[in-house]
Structures are given as C-alpha cells and as structure tokens.
C-alpha cells in the first residue's frame, strides 16, 4: 500500500492511498492543489478512482473537479452532505480500492457531514480531531452534543495504536494515535455531555 500526506500551503493536508498493485487510489480532501495531487498520481502510475470528502468545507473539496477530470475519479461524501457527489456513504460503509478496504466513520459535530475514513491502522480525522485539538462547532450547522459523541462514544473507542491523520496542520507535529491523544488532548479529558457544551462555547 501507498500513503502519503499532502500538506497544502494553507496547512490543508490532502491524502493519497492506493494499492500499489492494482495501481488504484483514492484522494482524500483535495484542497487548492489538485494540479500537485494529480502530478503525484501520475508520477507513479496511479490512478484515482474515488475523491473522498471528509466534509463539505471549501478547503477540504476545491480540488475536487481537477482530479475528477484528470481521471474520471467519482467524488464520495456522505449521504448527508451538500456537495455535488457520485457515491453517498454512511457510517459503517466499505469503500474497496484494490486490495484495500476503508471504512467509513460517520462523525457529525464540525459539520453534520463529517467522516472520519479507517484502513491499516490509520485513521483520516478530517476536522473532527487534531493534534492536540478538535474541530470548531460554532458555526452555521456545528453541533457540539454531536462532537462529543463523535470524539468519545467513537473515536476514542478505537486502538490506542491507531495513527490519527487530521485535516489540517495545527498541532506540534503532523501526525498522532489515538492512545496519545487521549493522554494529551485537552478537548478530550473527562467531561459529561454539559460540560463539553459548556467548554466549547469558549472562546
């Protein structure tokens, strides 16, 4: 298997899986630099079948027409989300690319679209977990009862091996698990659904 992390200048993180056999790939949150994915898929012989949108956001979905058309890719999102998509996804879904199987994780609260995406030990956090953080709920369609449902009734039930990929660059490093995390991440110490409520309508 083939990953890479893609850091935009923005500190956007886009992502590339593919199998390196079958020379299939998916593009995860193509930001403003689809013209850089695309040169990457092609420098090794990949191509997109899918683009995969962690959530609706314009950061995270402006690549998306470039690496459709360089390769006919079918653009993937929740059933829920407002984007112009091919494949609706729930929680729960197997999305196969080659020998690979990515499972959908249905993480509303940043957004009521949002997924977190699963495969060899690796979890695609989109805007629902950082380094250090989680994502914003202040704005037109967050939910903060969501979040907290999303970071402890699903996430933080996951190995604590697992590596945790976020959509952005805001943490001391580009990469985490999930064990450390729950160690380190001050948004995740032990809160009751009102207070997480309460703690993020801090400023």
């Known amino acids: 298997m083939y990953f890479e992390q893609v850091k935009h200048v923005s500190d956007n993180f886009s992502y590339i899986i ?51 058309e360089a390769f006919d890719a079918k653009v993937v999102a929740h059933k829920r989300s407002k984007i112009t998509k091919d494949i609706g996804v729930d929680d729960g879904d197997i999305i196969k690319v080659g020998r690979i199987s990515i499972r959908v994780i249905h993480t509303p609260g940043h957004s009521p679209d ?12 989109g805007d629902t977990l950082f380094v250090g953080e989680c994502g ?4 037109a369609d967050g939910s903060a009862q969501d979040m907290y449902h999303s970071l402890f009734d699903k996430l933080m039930k996951l190995d604590d ?40 309508k801090q400023p």
Do not use: Q, W
């Open 18 to 68: 593919a199998d390196e056999k079958t020379k299939e790939a998916v593009v995860v949150d193509p930001s403003y630099n689809s013209e850089e994915i695309t040169s990457l898929l092609n420098g090794r012989g990949f191509k997109a079948k899918y683009i995969i949108d962690t959530h609706y956001h314009m950061d995270h979905t402006a690549g998306n027409n470039g690496v459709k």
């Open 114 to 125: 949002s997924i977190c995406l699963l495969f060899d030990k690796k979890l695609l956090t």
């Open 136 to 139: 914003r709920t202040d704005m």
């Open 161 to 200: 091996d697992i590596d945790v990929y976020p959509g952005h660059d805001y943490g001391p490093k580009p990469r985490s698990t999930v064990g450390i995390e729950k160690k380190t991440n001050y948004t995740l110490e032990k809160r009751t659904l009102d207070e997480f409520v309460e703690f993020m």
